[in-house]
């Protein structure tokens, strides 16, 4: 068994959602002891921003461009990353609405057309397919519910997009309110009983 941690946090060791993806590890760890975990911080080592470089390095047919490995090195490595991995733990710290920076650009670098999604007769076909993702969400607001749940953008985009790479098996545990007073000194308390509740496979 392999574990693909990808964190995306800007505050490190103390990033709320690091916390959620290591109770995710504890309770993996103790239905696979002798898993492996790979850790993915894009927060210390980003991957570059999708350029009209790397587009044209993915899709060469014939002489390959000028930098070509250079340019696919990130993604390449990405997918490899995923390909190896039976289980993707993938925190999500809430920017503004949506996923970081960093894991956008991830995101743009796992998405290349014949390599991890194509086109068949009948619509596109995620060819990243068997693996179970966990997000880890975290937020200082409450987006799981209304009257906030319309403004969060980022599980619906990381569903789809997810999805359409294949990877379709989701899970989603949330770290939430932790600005809010009434709600922060139990939120941490909350989000590691659902994950000691939930049935790992």
Not at 10 to 25: D, F, P, Q, R
Not at 87 to 109: E, H, M, R
Not at 169 to 182: A, H, Q
């Amino acid at each position: 068994m392999k574990i693909l941690n990808i964190l995306s946090s800007i505050n490190g060791e103390h990033s709320n959602t690091k916390k959620v993806v290591e109770a995710i590890n504890s309770r993996l760890l103790e239905k696979h002891p002798d898993a492996t975990i790979n850790v993915k911080d894009l927060a210390k080592s980003p991957v570059p921003h999708l350029e009209a470089a790397h587009f044209q390095a993915f899709y060469a047919t014939e002489e390959l461009p000028e930098n070509y490995e250079s340019n696919v090195f990130h993604s390449d490595t990405a997918i490899s990353e995923i390909k190896e991995s039976d289980i993707i733990v993938i925190a999500v710290p809430f920017y503004n609405f949506n996923v970081p920076g960093t894991l956008k650009s991830w995101i743009d670098q796992i998405a290349r057309a014949g390599v991890t999604f194509s086109y068949g007769e009948n619509g596109p076909i995620g060819l990243l397919q068997g693996k179970k993702v966990f997000l880890a969400f975290a937020s200082g607001g409450i987006y799981s519910v209304e009257p906030m749940k319309s403004m969060d953008f980022a599980e619906p985009y990381l569903r789809n997009v997810l999805g359409f790479l294949g990877m379709t098996d989701i899970t989603t545990f949330r770290l939430e309110g932790v600005k809010v007073p009434g709600v922060s000194d139990h939120a941490l308390d909350k989000v590691h009983k659902e994950i000691e509740a939930f049935e790992f496979a």
